[in-house]
Nanobody
């Protein structure tokens, strides 16, 4: 397992943007597929976006497609989630997760390392 630390959450108005970052330590970052998940109050945690270790495959939840962009910088051991056109329903705790040589980006149970989460609140 590796250690993950998210940052970049906060309070933003509807229509605004935020960029989340997740720094990975304790392992070779380029071996890990990375995912972003979120959990809203009273709801199950859900997949948001994922990027394969090779960078050649990206997937998004339908609810964020066209508004969010996931990317990775292997030199900085960091995965990013650029969020634009934010909506109140995007309010949640956002978690990044790592899956060594992961193939199934949207499958939560495949990820075995998780960050502590960062709060994103979108006001209407």
């Amino acid at each position: 397992q590796v250690q993950l630390a998210e940052s970049g959450g906060g309070l933003v108005q509807a229509g605004g943007s935020l960029r989340l970052s997740c720094v990975v330590s304790g392992g070779m970052f380029s071996m890990y597929s990375m995912g972003w998940f979120r959990q809203a109050p009273g709801k199950e945690r859900e997949f948001v976006a994922g990027i394969r270790y090779s960078g050649d495959s990206i997937d998004y939840a339908g609810s964020v497609k066209g508004r969010f962009t996931i990317s990775r910088d292997n030199a900085k051991n960091t995965v990013f989630l650029q969020m634009s056109s934010l909506k109140p329903e995007d309010t949640a705790v956002y978690y990044c997760a790592a899956d060594r040589w992961g193939q199934r980006l949207g499958v939560e149970k495949d990820y075995d390392s998780w960050g502590q989460g960062t709060q994103v609140t979108v006001s209407s």
